[in-house]
């Protein structure tokens, strides 16, 4: 068997989902662990975003940051792309579909709905882009008046963005339906992974299916609390 | 709904009517379409099979033609019935076989949709009776071990670790009668394919083979066009005898393992 077989298999496309899924989660613990930097403001009213900005500030200077930032998008590429490929070609393997169909008695509708919970992200992803990515590497739109920061750099004022960004409820509530749509996707992605990569001794899969309740929690709902908290004037 | 339950009492025995509309397809070149049929008097403690008789015989008699179904052994241990019953392959029962569903499970006058297998890789022959090859094929791509002939080996001469021989006979237990198939939204054959390989991976007659037979097994799936897994659990969860779901990963796993591990 040669390389490409290997990854072109139903197996191996599966295994190209689980190690682009898997780093994308590690994303998302880096993205929350920036982006979390906002609530120093709702303890201390003075930061008014100075800690998230330096966060910020970081990622953009730092050179392992930004070479990663190409693996990252190579990795939302695969992922998305090897994603729909799987969706449609498993659709095609079964031409009529059933009169009365087997549903929630066989499995979790999440499970089963995972190239549509992988789209509606897909809409959300390109709509966070245009807010948030565009603006700081590209347009500055919004962000044109630089920030001083508490560390002596100066760097864009994000904190400023985010804020403008999300005075409109009809954002915010696009954002937490995006956060919701992601917490779905982990809830089956985060155990399948693992399970694709060949995890199948019980201890480890419980503590892999628990882990992948609380990531699939925890994370999208410290996401969701960003535009809320930025809405109900919480922080900001 | 429990084995007991669906008409009142503790095997309370009576008679039902049911209706059934069941797929009718003269092969697998032509379209199909559902007919409704009426059986009539059917005892409680009838096989879903036996019912099938009762009114396939009736319909001889009739001067019509009757319904096309797989069976053999009626003892749950074949793997050959296969109908969709109700949304649900081998009907409501858990960890039953068609053959093995009885009557009770039904209430009068309930109307009772039977389905063939649906999968492109799983052509319908004729009615409800599908071609199911494929699994054969598959099987005869790796799953089996190679010994030269010869006195039979004492059983004990080879230690085999006791929770690994349990695992071992577990996953042997899968009867290859399709329902994962026919369960998956994918289509997908990889319970059949990884209970094979999970009962030969695990025993040390099965260690020579074991790289060959994960990828030779898996590339003939893949040839007989089945889709892939996305572990929703369908599959277990109909599976008449129970075949576990962490079979997928340790397929996954021996696929991985002999991918990158193969010399060629």
Known sequence: ?236 | MTPLGGTGGFMEHKNINVKLKVWKQKNSQTAGRFETYEAKNISTEMSFLEMFDVLNEELISDGKEPITFDHDCREGICGTCSMYINGRPHGPWHATTTCQLHMRAFNDGETIVVEPWRANAFPVIKDLMVDRTAFERIIQAGGFISVNTGNAVDANAIPVDKDKADASFAAAACIGCGACVAACKNSSAMLFVSAKVTHLALLPQGEPERRTRALNMVAQMDKEGFGGCTNTGACEAVCPKEISIDNIARLNKEYLAAGLLSEK
Request: aromatic residues 14%; proline residues 2%.
């Open chain 1, 1 to 236: 068997m040669n390389w490409s077989q290997l990854f072109t298999s139903t197996i191996g496309k599966k295994i190209v989902m689980s190690v682009t899924g898997l780093f994308l989660i590690t994303f998302l613990v880096v993205h929350v662990g920036v982006n979390g930097c906002i609530f120093k403001d709702a303890i201390d009213s003075s930061d008014n975003g100075d800690m998230f900005n330096r966060a910020a500030q970081f990622m953009a200077r730092n050179v392992v940051i930004r070479i990663m930032e190409y693996v990252l998008f190579a990795g939302f590429f695969i992922h998305i792309i090897q994603g729909l490929v799987v969706e449609f070609e498993n659709r095609g393997k079964r031409k009529r579909g059933y009169e009365v169909n087997l549903g929630n008695r066989g499995s979790k509708w999440y499970s089963r709905s995972m190239g549509l919970l992988g789209t509606i992200l897909l809409l959300f992803l390109l709509l966070h882009w245009w807010h948030f990515w565009i603006p700081s590497r590209f347009t500055h739109a919004g962000i044109e008046e630089p920030v001083l920061l508490s560390n002596g750099f100066i760097g864009h004022d994000m904190f400023s963005l985010m804020k403008a960004t999300f005075s409109e409820w009809w954002i915010v509530i696009v954002y937490v339906l995006g956060c919701i749509s992601l917490a779905w996707h982990l809830m089956h992605g985060f155990q399948s992974a693992f399970r694709t990569l060949g995890l199948h001794n019980k201890k480890y899969l419980n503590m892999v299916n628990a882990l992948g309740i609380g990531f699939s929690i925890i994370v999208p709902l410290i996401f969701a609390l960003m535009p809320l908290s930025f809405k109900l004037g919480w922080i900001g």
